[in-house]
Structures are given as C-alpha cells and as structure tokens.
C-alpha cells in the first residue's frame, strides 16, 4: 500500500469539509400564502378549500332565484334550471417524462350542457419543495391531482413560484407547464387566461362569457336560461311574478293590472285607482271600491241606466195623495201648493181655508157684510126688508098679520147661508129648521117650497116641532143653491094656520177641501 501524497491528503481534507458543510446546510423554510376569495385552509393548513357561501350568506339569492354553489363563489339560478358539473378536462396532461412546457395547452374545460356551462378550477395544495440541481432555492409546488381530473390550478388570484431556471448545471430541471386556463407570465409565474377578454371561449353568441380562476363560465342574459347549449326564454309568467296580469317577452316580461288598478312602483303589484277622486266619473256620489267604484244618488234621485247619472224621481206621478191640491215636482223632491183662499198646513200637504172676513183681508164695503166661505169670502148686501116686511133684525124680515097686505104671506122670513165643499158624501145632514115657540095643541109642517128642483134635497122629520134638511146628491162647486124651506104651523084650537119660511143660501166651493 503505497503512501499518501500530501498534497493528496490535503484534497480529500478539502472535500470532506465542503461535503460536511455541504451536508450541515438548513433546509430552505416553507413559506405559506393565504387563499384567494372564496377559499378557506383547511385544517391541515396545506390545503385550500372552497367555501360555500350558499350556506354562509344568508338569503343569497333573492326572489325566485336559487343558489348554487361554485368554485371560488356561486351562481343564482332560477329554480326549474338543473346544475351539473363535470370536472375532465382533456389534453392538458404531458407525455410520461416530458417536461410539459406548454402553458395551459389548446384544451378548454368539458362541461355538460346545462343552464349553465362552468369549467371549475381546483384550489392549490402548497407542499415544502426540495432544491433543484444546486439551486437550493424554496419552492411551492401543486398537489398531485385526482386520477379522473385534468391539472389542477393554483390558488386563484396569486402566482405560482417555480424553480429558478439559471440554478444548477446544464444537466437542471427545466420549467413546469401551467395549469389548464393558465399561462405564464414575463417573470415565470402562472397567471389566469382571460378567456372571454382574449375570445378564446366557446360561449355561444347570445351568451355571456364570464372570466373565472382557470376557467370561465357561459351564461345566459337575464330573461334566458341554458337549455341544450341554447339560451331559450324564461317565461316568467309560469312563477306568479306578477300581482294580476303578467304578458311575458323575450327576456323579460310585463306585469299588467285589472282595470282599476294601476301598476305600481315596484312594477309587479297593482295599487287600486281610486276613480272618485281622480274626476269622479259619478253625477252626484261617488264611492271608491277596490278596483271600481260605485255611484249613489241624493235623496229624490235615482240611479240612470248607465250607472253614473242620476236623474230627478217625479214623486208626483208615483201617488195622487201626497197633496191635497197640487203637487209640483223639484230637482230631487216635490212641494205642495194650494188654490187661492187656502194656505198650506204645517204638514206641508193639507190645504186649510183662510177666513179673510176674520183676518180683514177682504174688499167688502161699508154697505156688505162679509161672508167666509171655502176658498174665499163673499161680500153680502145688508139686510133691506121690502114692503110689506118689516126688518125684525139683521137676517129677519116680519110681516104682521094686522096689516091687510100680509094675508097668504109668510108671517116671518129668515135670511140665512152656508156654505158646503165640493162632491161632499151624500146621504149626509146639512142643516136643522125647527119652531122657536111651541104652543099647545099645535102642529108643524116642513116642506121644500123652492129651490129644490134637481131633488138634491130632502126633510126629514126629526119630532114634533122640527125637520133636517139632507143632502141626497153630490154638489160639484163652485156653484150657489138658494133654498126656500117652509114650516107650516097649525092651531085647531086657536083656528090658527100660518107659515114661515127660511131662505137658506147654499156656496159650493170648488174643491172639495
């Protein structure tokens, strides 16, 4: 065994010191980022995991939309649209060896068409990384992805450290390939692809291309949901989104109220019109009900035909006994009225006789005397007896039986009146004659000498000494009956005969009140 050079010895001293320092060399530290919005870590604190905020939000979709969750957020859909999500993804994966330099390659994510087409990118796994080719630099690497998924993403929104590519020999590992919707950027690191701004989506015309972390999302406007890859109408109307009528258009419907009612500001419930204040459409009264109104009459009205004019109830014709006279009818009621001589009562329809002689609202002169009867008065010449009658009083004329000229004439004539409404019921008493001095042995008489040609009247013995005159017929005024009513009185003890007459004049006014 042959002898160490020293300057051999010194060589291996040499290479046993780097290796040992080499060897004694700390690890690179581990360095953790946060997750982007819409992922958590989990508690393992290497992983991030998606949150779901359709169970963390409370009501996170509102009205008759749905919430689904997503990859990094969720999506409001409407309630009859189904959500289904495939995660393959194809030709993104390199060849067994194969350094996969190309940056998110040509692929777009698979999804199966539904109501709404999303390429989900799969949250980052941050693991220690060792040095490469003498590098010694730290690195974050992703996690292995699932055997039925394509690449996984890193977290969205931050960038991904890759080794340093000028570390090591010639022989050093060369760059990853990005994940699938990634590429990289001027200094090495994955950044998302915008695949709506850059057009490279597959979105239809008539959707919308919505960026996401490594993926986007084909949706439809608003009025539309996905049915087959087809963006197809919603008809809104099948959802009661509106109060009343509901008319639905392409995208969009329109909520339409009852007549009545106006649309309010909402655009979906209907406010009743109150049409009574809004120029009423009524006559007289208006009352507002929900979606329509009704119209009313005052006293005295009633409702036309039409519903909304009112028109003036002719009391009159519907009875003749409101007035005793006339009635007049008025704009929504009707007056009583009554001829000249009578005044209306505080009935407001009986007539009542007015007594001028009474109330001095007469013409008679000095020389008459006035006389009342039924719907006026009368002005009565005074009393002048003619030959051979004396006067005995203002109504009474006396011829004496000495005088040789009053033989055959009545010994006394009283002037009296009366007076008798219209169409009075018959049979009925009008009138008592009768003897003021009885003598013994005497008997009396009582006839109708004049006046009583039409047989209106008749006496009627009422005992001994007296008669009732009676009316048997109706007397239609205004008319004057003047009666001669003869009491004949006869004393055979005494051979006395003698008579006296009344002169009865009867006014028939004109009305029968």
Known sequence: MGTLCPCSLLLLLVASFA??????????????????????????????????????????????MKCVNHYGGYLCLPRSATFVVTNSFGGAGGNSGGSGSSAGGSSQPAARETSSQVAPPLPGVRQPGGGGGGGGGAAVRLGAPPLNRGPQP??????????????????????????????????????????????????????????????????????????????????????GMCAQGCVNTQGSYTCQCSPGYVLSSNNRSCEDVDECVEGSPCSQLCFNTYGSFLCRCSPGFVLDGDGLTCKDVDECSYSDYLCQYRCNNNAGSYSCSC???????????????VDECATNSHNCTGNENCYNVFGGYKCLEKLQCEEPYTQAGEDRCVCPSEKNTCINKPYTVLYKHMHLRSERTVPTDIFQMQATTRYP????????????????????????????????KQLQGPREVVLDLEMITVNPALNYHGTSVIQLKIFVSEHNF
Do not use: W
């Open 19 to 64: 290796v040992t320092a080499l060897a004694q060399q700390p690890d690179p530290p581990l360095t953790y980022m946060p997750c982007s919005e819409g992922y958590e870590l989990d508690s393992d604190m290497t992983t991030c995991k998606d949150i779901n905020e359709c169970d963390t939000i409370p009501d996170a979709c509102k009205g008759d």
């Open 154 to 239: 890193p977290v969205p929104g931050h960038r991904v450290a890759v080794s340093n590519p000028g570390a090591g020999s010639a022989g050093g590992v060369g760059l990853p390939s990005c994940p699938l919707g990634y590429t990289r950027d001027t200094r090495s690191h994955c950044v998302d692809v915008d695949e709506c701004a850059t057009s490279s989506h597959r979105c239809r015309p008539n959707q919308v291309c919505t960026n996401a972390p490594g993926s986007y999302t084909c949706r439809c406007p608003e009025g539309y949901q996905m049915v087959a890859g087809q963006c197809v109408d919603i008809d809104e109307c099948r959802y």
């Open 339 to 353: 001829p000249g001589g009578y005044q209306l009562q505080t009935d407001n329809g009986s007539c009542r006789d």
């Open 441 to 472: 042995g005497a008997y009396y008489t009582f006839f109708i000498r004049a006046g009583n040609d039409q047989r209106e009247f008749f006496m009627r013995p009422l005992g001994p000494a007296s008669a009732m005159l009676v009316l048997v």
